[in-house]
Structures are given as C-alpha cells and as structure tokens.
C-alpha cells in the first residue's frame, strides 16, 4: 500500500521525523512555504503533525477533506480548533503524562533560581565584583507558601516536589479535587494573597488568556515571587513587567512567553525575573518519550485502532 499523505505543519523534531519518514509521506510546511504545490496534495491529506506552539485553524482543517487525524507532539494543543476537527470528523491527539517530571522539575528549578538569584550570583561572580563586598541577601524558599494555579498531573508532581521543601500548598482550579491534601482557593487572586510563590500551570486557550493579571499580581505583592510554566498567554506580561518595574512584584521565573521567542526588552532587562527558552519538556529522554507517543497515535489510527491518547474534548 501507498504511504499516507502527511502535512508537518511545524519542522518534526529529529527525535520523530524518521519515523514519519519512514510510515508517511511527509509534505513539510507547504501550506506556509509553497501555495501551489500544497494546494495540489491538499486532497489527500490524511494526517496532521503538529508541536504543541502550532496553529492549527479551521480554516486550514476546512482545506483537507481527507483529513482523518492531528497529532500533536506537546501536551499542550490550544493552537488547535479542535472544535472544528470534531465538526470534520478528524481525531486530535497530544502526549501528555510523559512529560510531568521535567516540568515539574524546571517549575521548582525556576521558584529556586528566582528566590535565590541564582543566576544574578552567576554574573556576580563572573564579573569580579565579589572582591567588592557580598550579594544582597535573597529569600529563603523552604517553607514558603506556594499557590499553584492549575492542579492536574503537573500541578500534582509540582506540589509533590514542593512539600519536600516543606512549603505550604495551596492550590486553584475549575474545581476543588477532594481526593487531595491541599486548600483550594476558588479565584487566582484569592489564592496569590495567601501565597508567596505562585505557580502558574493551567492550560492556555481563550478560556485562561490573561488569567494572571494585574489584580493577581498585586495580591501576590511586592515579595511575591510568579513563576509560568503554562503558556505564555495564561499572564498578563505588560502587567507583569509593569508590575516588576514598579516593585509590586518581588520577582518572576519565567519560561514562557506571549510572543515566543521575541520576548520584550523591558523583561529582559529586570534583574529580578528568571528567564527560560520555553524548555519544560527539553530532555533527550522526555522529548523521545513524547516523540514516541506522538507517532504511535497515528500508528494506531492507521491501523484502525483508537489513538493511545486523545485530547479531552475527543475521548
């Protein structure tokens, strides 16, 4: 039989572009890079690759009438309407749970970096000023009070990590979830005034943009300390960086950001704020494990079985 048609609408990473090399016919960007000849294997378009940053509109998903499934390879997929692939009849998968622990892990790297300045003592030692007199002092972590907003499977890892510091855990979300040992504050405001690190771990879309405004921040206060894992949509960075110019907010670790990778000179140049290249999954093992999740959906759609891991929307 024929290899499927196949369009990559994001460059595949390394770790999975030999395996849809070797199962599809991979058909790279041409919707973006050439019109004509996309436009001519529009129709037979039978599958979708995308990263979890890619955008995916209906009106591209209106262009593939053979289109039967969307894999993203990132758990994140708000850049997908998945609303209308539901209306087309196509599947969308992403590769959640086999990156928990490296979010988790970077979440509680950034709380520490940003609380303990760790980068500004890098550059302080690096650039000879430590014979001049000691760093100022930062702020202890331990024991802290942490608000997470968002608590599914990486909100939960990053709280299991947290409690080993002894922190105090709160958390947020569409709902309370009994089963859990942790207070629930029911808004992101109510929740920052009782905490002194915020975590932001919430999916992004229209539904959370702007989520982290000016409000939160003001009731995290001038010694709190924000850090977004999430997406870069879910805060309000012109807030923030007012905010952190204004000294109402103590500090940020950020790795995420609204319009990756541009990220604003005025962020940048904050002494305070922690910044990351949106790395929260960027381990060899993690990125091979969601490489892998991410081609074994579409082998398991077409061989005529269901996907080992749908978006919520679609299971």
């Known amino acids: 039989m024929s290899q499927p048609d196949l369009l990559a609408v994001a460059k595949p990473s390394p770790l999975l572009a030999p395996q849809l090399t070797a199962a599809f016919r991979v058909h790279e960007r041409l919707h973006e890079t050439d019109p004509a000849a996309f436009a001519a294997v529009a129709p037979t378009v039978r599958a979708i690759s995308a990263s979890g940053e890619s955008k995916i509109p209906a009106a591209l998903i209106a262009q593939l009438p053979a289109l039967e499934i969307i894999s993203v390879m990132g758990v994140g997929y708000d850049g997908v309407d998945v609303a209308a692939a539901k209306v087309q009849g196509v599947m969308v998968t992403h590769t959640p749970d086999v990156l928990n622990d490296d979010v988790a892990d970077l979440a509680i790297g950034l709380m520490l970096c940003a609380a303990r300045q760790l980068p500004a003592a890098d550059r302080f030692v690096r650039e000879g000023r430590w014979p001049a007199g000691p760093m100022p002092l930062a702020r202890k972590m331990s024991g802290a009070r942490l608000g997470i907003v968002g608590m599914g499977r990486i909100g939960q890892a990053i709280a299991l990590r947290a409690a080993a510091f002894g922190m ?115 381990t060899t093992a993690t990125r091979q494990a969601m490489a892998d999740l991410a081609f074994n959906n579409l082998r398991e759609h077409f061989a005529g079985r269901r996907p080992l891991s749908p978006v919520p929307e679609l299971r």
Request: charged share 15%; no cysteine; glycine share 10%.
């Open 168 to 282: 105090q855990i709160a958390y947020t979300a569409r709902s309370a979830k009994a089963a859990l040992p942790y207070l629930f504050h029911p808004t992101p405001v109510a929740l920052a005034a009782q905490s002194d690190f915020l975590v932001v771990i919430t999916p992004g879309g229209a539904g959370t943009r702007g989520l982290i405004n000016a409000e939160v921040m003001a009731a995290l206060g001038p010694q709190g300390i924000l850090v977004n894992v999430a997406r870069g949509s879910v805060v309000d960075e012109a807030a923030l960086i007012d905010a952190l110019e204004r000294g109402l907010l103590g500090g940020a670790g950020l790795d995420v950001f609204e319009n990756e990778p541009n990220v604003p000179d005025r962020l940048k140049a904050l002494p305070q704020v922690v910044l990351a290249p949106h790395i929260g999954s960027a």
